[in-house]
């Protein structure tokens, strides 16, 4: 509780005009939000910029913001909406233009197999459940990809997400039950395809 307080009062200090207090929010929520979006679309880049973009939004609109919701939630909200209309611009290009992300990155993202010196095998094999994982996520609905990302990897509490999502807590429940059903089936579909080339 006293996270949230700490929170609620550097967004008081910031209505005032105090820019400080709000670089301490950028400093406590930065790798939450930059590794939210880059789950969310396979690019360090890409994802960088979203969260860039949903601080300057925070900032624009800390004015609007009402202690009702916690301030990671409202952020993690306004960064899902960017994230979520950039996936959707993404599906308009052509399909020449690879916004999925590198091997590299999605390693750094998805550390299955860590160890702290680990030999090519298990790099190899870290690179390869990392790229399932990528792919699986990439053929979620929006909905499910964001509840698992919020949850499973960024460890978002239920309320919060169901805060995010606009929905009741029983629903982000049940909808990450799907999604990780769906996860799990997409997860195997890959790996049996990969056995078979």
């Known amino acids: 509780m006293a996270r949230v307080d700490e929170d609620l009062d550097l967004v008081l200090r910031s209505k005032k005009g105090e820019i400080g207090a709000f670089g301490e929010l ?3 929520y930065q790798s939450l939000v930059i590794n939210f ?42 960064a899902k909406n960017l994230t979520l209309n950039l996936i959707r611009n993404e599906r308009r290009r052509p399909k ?11 390693l750094q993202a998805v550390d299955l197999a860590a160890s702290d010196n680990p030999g090519p095998d298990r790099v190899a094999l870290r690179n390869e459940r990392a790229e399932y994982v990528r792919r699986a996520l990439r053929e979620l609905s929006e909905t499910h990809r964001t509840i698992i990302v919020l949850r499973d990897f960024e460890g978002v509490t239920y309320e919060e997400i169901a805060g995010i999502m606009g929905c009741r807590k029983g629903t982000v429940k049940s909808r990450l039950s799907r999604a990780r059903e769906q996860l799990k089936q997409i997860l195997i579909r890959c790996e049996a395809s990969d056995l078979f080339r």
């Open 26 to 28: 950028v400093d406590r």
């Open 37 to 78: 979006c880059y789950r969310m679309l396979g690019n360090k880049e890409d994802a960088e910029d979203i969260a860039q973009e949903a601080f300057l939004r925070a900032f624009a609109a800390i004015g609007r913001f009402q202690p009702r919701a916690k301030f990671s939630t409202w952020l993690l909200t306004i």
């Open 96 to 106: 020449g233009v690879d916004a999925v992300g590198s091997s590299e990155d999605t």
